[in-house]
């Protein structure tokens, strides 16, 4: 996810994530998206369909995954 968040368009910091996630009514902190970037804390599925609606990706670019289309 930090890669993914870094080479964005515009750079999206931890803080501007966590404000665009509350906008959508998920609360995730600074320090929590830091643990989920560390891989020190799982994600649950709907909160991987909000952090990327909140980056403006596709989920399968989150999850690291190839799209079947």
Not at 2 to 28: H, I, M, P, Q
Not at 34 to 53: N, W
Request: glycine share 6%; proline share 0%.
């Amino acid at each position: 996810m930090r890669t993914l968040r870094e080479n964005l368009r515009s750079k999206v910091t931890l803080e501007d994530l966590a404000g665009r996630l509350a906008a959508r009514g998920l609360y995730l902190d600074r320090t929590t998206l830091g643990r989920i970037e560390r891989q020190e804390r799982s994600v649950f599925d709907f909160e991987m369909v909000t952090l990327a609606k909140a980056l403006r990706v596709h989920i399968f670019e989150l999850s690291g995954k190839k799209s079947s289309r």
